[in-house]
């Protein structure tokens, strides 16, 4: 038997739209557009409230959103604690268009527009595609970049990017906060978070966190901690450096959730777990990530500056799991489980160097940016499965499955050991033509080398890819409150793309993705409520399916195309009201397919995929959040959310229901103290919050009503 490795710890519709556009010139009043200070060593942590005037990983410089031809969401510091939220499940379901997805129980996964989002994770416009879990303790906003994102990012982003952008270090400021939650199903948790002005040109921070919960999951629990300190320095009057540093350590239950029957989630309690019935034992997942990021800034004079950034970061992960991905028998009642572990050890280092330029040519104001990133990342990865048994549907407590011996020798258990490589150039630039006409275009081209190799037996597979990734908006403002864009841009995804190569996909050509969008943005009571649309036609074609003449080899011929409008409002009303709302429609279909995919429910079928909707891609979903500031400390407020009916994978064979849930928020504050209460689900409503996405019987049940507590005190 394969002995349990022990983690390792080293440094290595439309007429919404329609409407909200033609009365907004009516309802706004004139505003100039914001912009935010040097977010390398600033934080601004609660300027802007509901409503952030800028972002900055649409253009990877603080540009003001109503500049942007592109739909960006930011889920800003304040929502984040009114809301309670403690992952980052919860904070993006404050924006439109992502549904989620469980990760394997393993890691942080969305589905935007219609596309999985596995690997398009990044943090302070840095890659950070690594398969964790990651704490939201130094994270002061959250940034969701939507369509192909690759003029900036490279590789990926279908359906769009998410940004982290962490706390900084302030000047001049020594302050801090600490917390403590507690809640229901054994919620604990402490924060810490302070900033020391150690002189007019050093400043340091420190946030740290550590949470030992349960969960309304049988035999689930999260023990995990983040240490994250960072030092700004001003070197020079126009040169800055930021050094930071991040460990974060996750243990928990590796939850895949439940079985389906006759098309729907088995009706069981929300807390049923179908894995080891010793699952503390056996089905486990630990994770370690350890990061460190410098940034220096200089500015040459006002038209030229430079900003290079490198991050190093270590990663390591031992995942045991037990779970009911065989099938169901709807006579017997009994579901098949199979049991795996993985191994997963990662290192990489990325260093992006910018320059911008800032001038008037051909009588024009331009922005420039031009910039070069380089990178690598080794992988280390070992899977052996293959334990399995059938347990009752309605009662599956039960030891773990036992592996067979051979299983360990198999050519799926060889460990894998891939090398990628990526090599890029861009520019982008932001031009006014004129003071109601901007324009945003922009090219990348990169280098994408891939090698995997194997401990014994298998051939070394490797390709390189060079690609092309172009970007073109246009935005028409005529007036200081409302602008208007139209936008095209391109992305690539690699095969494998965060993965070992295989024989069968060494082959495949890249799969792109397009994105056609039009779309508005306004500004009303003086900039303090915003509001925007997008309409988008979002295609990626050149899917890998099995070629029908030889199954062990993978042809591009797939597409699959989402179309969709989104609409979002947040910032502050009068009466003091903060308000954070969203709706989005989306038709997503596999266009163009040979594949077929298999149910599970006995007896099992081949089911084209050919005109299926795409997986956990709701056609309708909306939410609504508002706190009342009713003066003298207090605030209190709510929110719902709306998420309609989805399918579990392509088969389109077993669907989640839709489901409304309400929370509700109240905060105290009197002097350097404060308490924050949050009910969650407050009607008890009994829902299914995720899926796999690819596996009909890999269903995760929402949590049941919760209480959640935290104390505050500043200092």
């Given amino acids: 038997m394969h002995a349990h ?22 309802l706004a009043q004139p505003t100039q557009p914001q912009t935010l200070g040097e977010v390398t060593v600033q934080s601004g942590a609660n300027d802007d409230g509901y409503s952030p005037a800028a972002s900055t990983a649409a253009t990877k410089g603080s540009a003001p959103l109503r500049d942007v031809p592109q739909a960006v969401n930011v889920v800003p510091a304040q929502l984040l604690r009114d809301q309670g939220a403690r992952s980052m499940e919860d904070a993006l379901r404050n924006v439109p268009g992502v549904a989620m997805s469980h990760g394997d129980g393993q890691r942080d996964q969305v589905v935007i527009r219609g596309f999985t989002a596995i690997a398009d994770q990044f943090v302070d416009g840095v890659r950070d ?73 050093a400043a340091f921070r420190i946030n740290a966190a ?21 030092l700004a320095l001003k070197l020079a ?36 777990y179908y894995g080891s019935s010793n699952a503390a034992q056996d089905d486990t997942t630990t994770s370690t990530m350890q990061s460190f990021a410098a940034t220096l800034n200089h500015r040459f004079n006002a038209a030229w500056s430079v900003r290079n950034v490198t991050r190093l970061y270590d990663y390591a992960l031992d995942r045991y799991n037990t779970l009911p991905s065989g099938t169901t028998d709807p006579v017997n009642m009994t579901v098949g489980r199979t049991r795996a572990f993985i191994l997963r050890d990662e290192k990489g280092v990325f260093n992006q160097t910018d320059v ?9 104001k331009q922005d420039w940016l031009m910039g070069m990133e380089l990178g690598q990342q080794k992988k280390r990865s070992e899977s052996v499965s293959g334990g399995a048994d059938r347990v009752s549907i309605f009662n599956p407590i039960a030891a773990a499955p036992i592996i067979p011996a051979a299983n360990y020798n198999a050519d799926n258990a060889i460990p894998s050991h891939t090398t990628q490589d990526t090599a890029a150039l861009y520019w982008q630039d932001q031009i006014t033509l004129a003071p109601q006409w901007k324009a945003l275009v922009g090219a990348r081209y990169d280098v994408f080398k891939q090698q995997t ?54 082959a495949s050509e890249p799969e792109i993705t397009q994105n056609k969008e039009i779309g508005f ?12 649309g997008a309409l988008f036609n979002l295609e990626r074609t050149n899917i890998k399916n099995s070629d029908p003449a030889n199954p062990s080899r993978q042809i591009n011929v797939g597409t699959q195309r989402t179309n969709g409008l989104e609409l979002t409002t947040n910032g502050r009303l009068p009466g003091r009201w903060d308000v954070s709302a969203g709706y989005a429609w989306l038709d997503g279909r596999m266009t ?18 050919q005109g299926k909707v795409a997986a956990l891609t709701p056609r309708n979903s909306a939410f609504l959040w508002a706190m009342k500031d009713m003066g003298h400390g207090l605030r209190v407020g709510g929110g719902v959310n709306y998420v309609g009916a989805r399918f579990t994978s392509l088969t389109n064979l077993v669907t989640l229901p839709s489901y409304t849930t309400l929370d509700a928020a109240l905060q105290y504050t009197l002097g350097r103290w404060g308490v924050d209460v949050n009910i969650k689900n407050l009607t008890n409503r009994k829902y299914y919050v995720s899926a796999h996405g690819s596996n009909d019987n890999l269903i995760l049940p929402g949590s049941p009503r919760a209480l959640q507590v935290t104390l505050r005190t500043h200092f």
Avoid at 138 to 158: Q, T
Avoid at 356 to 364: A, C, E, K, V, Y
Avoid at 521 to 532: A, C, E, F, P, V
Wanted: a positive charge; hydrophobic letters at 35%; charged letters at 20%.
């Fill in 592 to 609: 163009k397919s040979l594949a077929t995919t298999g149910s599970l429910q006995s007896p099992t079928v081949a089911v084209p995929a």
């Fill in 210 to 230: 550590v949470e030992d919960s349960g969960s309304y999951r049988d035999q689930q629990f999260v023990k995990r901690h983040n240490f994250a300190p960072s």
């Fill in 356 to 364: 911008t330029w800032r001038n008037r040519l051909g009588g024009l």
């Fill in 453 to 506: 190799a194997y401990d014994r037996k298998l051939t070394t597979l490797s390709r390189t890819d060079r690609k092309f990734s172009p970007r073109a908006g246009l935005v028409w403002q005529p007036s200081d409150t409302v602008s208007y864009y139209v936008s095209y841009s391109r992305s690539f995804q690699p095969s494998a793309e965060a993965f070992a190569l295989s024989a069968s996909n060494t």
């Fill in 129 to 201: 595609d690594a398969l964790y879990f990651r704490d939201l303790a130094d994270i002061e906003r959250i940034e969701v970049l939507k369509g192909p994102a690759a003029v900036l990012y490279g590789r990926g982003s279908s359906g769009g990017l998410i940004n982290r952008v962490t706390k900084k270090p302030k000047f001049g400021e020594t302050s801090g906060e600490a917390t403590l939650g507690l809640g229901s199903f054994d919620f604990r948790r402490a924060t810490a978070d302070v900033n020391v002005g150690i002189s007019d040109t």
């Fill in 237 to 272: 009057a126009q040169t800055d450096l930021l050094l930071q540093y991040t460990y974060a350590r996750d243990k928990r239950l590796t939850d895949f959730g439940i079985p389906a029957l006759n098309g729907r989630p088995v009706n069981v309690p929300a807390s049923t």
């Fill in 5 to 26: 490795t022990p983690i390792r710890h080293r440094l290595n519709p439309l007429m919404a739209a329609l409407l909200a556009t033609l009365c907004g010139p009516a």
């Fill in 521 to 532: 943005k306004l500004d009303l009571l003086d900039g303090r409520m915003s509001i925007t």
